[in-house]
């Protein structure tokens, strides 16, 4: 009897968790939280977004520089940042120089974005971009340029149709840009 009695109060001794125990659990539980805090916390679109907005800013205020420099002086050199700007209708022209005098960069070495020039060869959508047309200007966050999301994360500069009437700058950030 004496023998049962001891095993009966070694069972309800041990009713927890050991140390070591407790520790290997929470080091797992903080694995897990560290690889999956990423995907319900996806701060790459809220990026992509703010991005966007900043080209969609340094377009919007080269257009004001270079269209107020026309208004002094309609004959031209407009220049920004050193770079002389195309005159399409008092505006900035859809074009390379637009993006290096906006600070957005060129089209063979930006980090940042990757610029397309409307063009013929340009007017058809992509599987990976929206249709560029003539006298418009895409602009992409490189990290989705390259794939599907590049179809529904991007900026579109379209340069001035008249004197009247300032180019327009739209962004498309359609599910986040996720």
């Not at 929470?26 to 991005?51: E, Q, Y």
């Amino acid at each position: 009897m004496n023998k049962q009695a001891s095993i009966a109060s070694r069972q309800r001794a041990q009713g927890g968790f050991t140390l070591i125990e407790l520790i290997v659990v929470i080091v797992i539980l903080g694995i897990l939280a560290a690889t999956a805090l990423p995907k319900f916390a996806n701060l790459g679109g809220d990026a992509r977004i703010a991005a966007l907005n900043a080209a969609r800013g340094a377009l919007n205020t080269t257009s004001s520089m270079m269209h107020g420099q026309f208004l002094m002086n309609a004959a031209g050199p407009f220049t920004n940042e050193g770079i002389t700007i195309t005159n399409v209708n008092g505006y900035p022209g859809a074009d390379q120089n637009t993006t290096l005098a906006s600070g957005i960069g060129n089209l063979a070495n930006n980090a940042d974005y990757l610029v397309t020039v409307g063009s013929a060869a340009n007017n058809s959508a992509t599987n990976n971009r929206p249709a560029v047309n003539v006298g418009s200007l895409l602009v992409q966050p490189i990290s989705v340029a390259n794939n599907p999301q590049g179809l529904t994360c991007y900026l579109m500069y379209t340069q001035a149709a008249n004197t009247t009437t300032p180019p327009t700058v739209n962004v498309v950030t359609t599910n986040n840009c996720n």
